[in-house]
C-alpha cells in the first residue's frame, strides 16, 4: 500500500508541476514590445525599417533577439532566407532601453498593402505589443513611413 501512495504522490506532483509549467509558458508573459517604427520605401532597393523595441534584458539568459515583418498571410520578409528573423539581434540590451535597430532591403511584394511587425525574446517567443503598419498611409499608431 505504501508503494501504491508514493506512486500516486509522485503522479500528483507531475501534473501539477507540469500544469505549473505550461500554464507559466503559455500567460501572456512575452514582453519584447515593438514601441515604434519608421519604414522607408528606397525604390527598387526594398524598404528598411527602424523599429524600436523594449524588453526587460537581464543578460545573455533572458533577452530580444529578434523582429520580424510579416505580412498578413503571415509570410515573414527576410533580406537573408536563412536568419532565424528579419533582423536578428546579437546580444542583450539591458543597459540600452528602449533600442533601436535598422535592417535595410526588405522587399515588399506591390500586393501587400498591410505589415505586422513584432519582437522576440530568447525566454518567451513572441507575445509582446505590436504594431501594424498600413503601407498606404504615412502614420499611424506606433509607425511613420517615409517614401
Known amino acids: 500500500m505504501t508503494i501504491y501512495r ?45 523599429v524600436t523595441v523594449r524588453h526587460p534584458d537581464t543578460g545573455w539568459e533572458d533577452y530580444s533577439n529578434g523582429w520580424d515583418v510579416v505580412t ?4 515573414v520578409l527576410k533580406t537573408n532566407p536563412g536568419d532565424q528573423f528579419t533582423r536578428v539581434l546579437f546580444h542583450p540590451h539591458e ?9 535595410q532591403g526588405i522587399q515588399i511584394p506591390p500586393s501587400v498593402k498591410s505589415v505586422t511587425v513584432r519582437a522576440h525574446d530568447i525566454v518567451d517567443g ?19 513611413i517615409r517614401h
Not at 23 to 37: F, I, L, Q, W
Not at 95 to 103: D, I, M, N
Open 126 to 144: 513572441f507575445g509582446g505589443k505590436e504594431v501594424v503598419i498600413d503601407l498606404q498611409t504615412r502614420s499611424g499608431p506606433g509607425y511613420t
Open 72 to 75: 498578413d498571410s503571415g509570410e
Open 6 to 50: 508514493s506512486r500516486m504522490a509522485l503522479m500528483c506532483f507531475l501534473a501539477v508541476f507540469t500544469i505549473f509549467m505550461n500554464s507559466h509558458a503559455t500567460a501572456g508573459t512575452a514582453d519584447a514590445d515593438v514601441e515604434k517604427v519608421k519604414a522607408e520605401k528606397n525604390g527598387d532597393r526594398g524598404w528598411t525599417f527602424h
Open 95 to 103: 543597459t540600452e532601453q528602449p533600442f533601436t535597430r535598422s535592417q
